[in-house]
Structures are given as structure tokens and as C-alpha cells.
């Protein structure tokens, strides 16, 4: 299956009952066949069901279909819970490790959202993570959109179809050759910052998401 959007979406079809909406099926990247489960980390009922720890699962880096192409977006979408809010866990992640950390990371931060971009082999500094400030809950479901651009430089966080804000990233991550990871990051043979929950749905872009198609993909999502 492909994990980039090819500028081919199928149309959302109408329902019956009067024209309801049905959403598109998604076929995330979690139902890889090449995805590789660590340390007790589990696929259960298409959701990839992590403990902590060390468990996390990965898919191997393929001709940049998880990098940012200079002049295109990079749009993450997925759909995630964590058992606890309570400090920082990786949801997904592409990105070198030390030294420099070229590459991005996708994370919760307590009850935030943080998103992490670097380049070129600058020092990570506290100006390459940009937190968006939100109530996130232990327990509740999230549909979560992620999109980074450049012309201008922007990162922009949606949660439940709802656009939480746009930052300015430090640096626009390109061209990093390392497995894509979910869960978890990796510096060297250390791993960190790990996720206790769920991830699912899980498509990567290199394309913009219409309106429509930001709503087809966190339907389902309801918060009490």
C-alpha cells in the first residue's frame, strides 16, 4: 500500500437514510505488513496497542515517503490515545538522533501537543519543538492532523477537526533516512520518551487535506 497521498482521493459517498455522510474507508500504515512490532508492542482489533517501556513499532524509511519535500507539505494524520496525560510520549516519529536530530516528532507533552522539526545538522535548541497548548485527557480518543509547510514556514495542529494553531518551526525537516517510528524516539540504542496507549489510522502526505477530507478522517471522534 502506498503510505503518501498520490493526488488521487476517492469522493466521500452519500449515505442512505436521506444523504448521510459516509466516510471514506482509511487503510493507515499500521496494517503494513512490513511493520515491525518491539517489545511486546500489539496490533489489536487495527490499533497498535503500546505499554511503555521499550515497546514501540517501526517501518523501514522508503525513498522519503516520510520526509518533507522542499516546496510540498508534510501532512500527519492519525488517531491516538493515551492512557495518562502526564508527560512527554512519542506518537510518531522520523527523525536521526543525536547529534543533530534532523528529522520531526510528533508527541504529547503533558496535556499539550508538541511538535519537533530540525535540519541540516543544527543542535536541537528548545526552538525546534513548538508545544500547542490543549486539554488533552488519559483515556479519551483524538483525531489528530499534523501539517508542516513551507511558502511560509508553518507547522499547524488539528485536533477533532478543530485547528488548535500555526507556529513557525525553527527548521523544515528534510531528507532523513531512518525507520519511521511509533511510540517511541531512538538516540542511538537509547529509547525514550515512550507512549502508554493507542495509535490507529495512522497516513502520511505529501499533499494538502481538503476540509472535507481533514473531517472524513477524525469522524468517529466524539468528546464528552
Do not use: C
Not at 499539550?112 to 543544527?122: A, D, L, S
Not at 499547524?156 to 531512518?178: G, R
Amino acid at each position: 500500500m502506498s503510505s503518501v497521498y498520490d493526488g488521487v482521493y476517492p469522493s466521500p459517498s452519500s449515505g442512505g437514510g436521506g444523504g448521510g455522510f459516509t466516510p471514506t474507508p482509511i487503510v493507515g500504515l499500521e496494517d503494513n505488513v512490513a511493520l515491525v512490532l518491539n517489545n511486546g508492542a500489539t496490533l489489536t482489533g487495527g490499533k497498535l496497542v503500546l505499554a511503555g517501556g521499550t515497546q514501540y513499532a517501526a517501518l523501514a524509511d522508503s525513498t522519503g515517503n516520510y520526509d518533507k519535500v522542499p516546496g510540498q507539505p508534510l501532512v500527519i494524520s492519525l488517531k491516538f490515545k493515551v492512557n495518562a496525560a502526564l508527560w512527554k510520549q512519542t506518537i510518531i516519529g522520523h527523525h536521526t538522533g543525536g547529534p543533530s536530530y534532523d528529522g520531526w516528532v510528533v508527541m504529547t507533552n503533558g496535556t499539550n501537543i508538541e511538535v519537533f522539526t530540525n535540519q541540516g545538522g543544527n543542535s536541537p535548541t528548545g526552538s525546534n519543538s513548538k508545544t500547542f497548548s490543549m486539554t488533552l485527557e488519559g483515556g479519551q480518543e483524538y483525531g489528530l492532523i499534523v501539517v508542516i509547510e513551507d511558502s511560509p514556514s508553518l507547522v499547524t495542529v488539528y485536533v477533532n477537526d478543530l485547528k488548535i494553531s500555526t507556529q513557525t518551526p525553527f527548521e523544515l525537516p528534510y531528507d532523513t533516512n531512518v525507520d519511521l517510528w511509533f511510540g517511541i524516539q531512538k538516540d542511538g540504542a537509547t529509547l525514550y520518551n515512550p507512549l502508554v496507549g493507542e495509535i490507529w489510522d495512522i497516513e502520511i502526505f505529501q499533499a494538502f487535506l481538503t476540509d472535507e477530507e481533514k473531517r472524513n478522517k477524525t469522524s468517529g471522534i466524539f468528546v464528552s
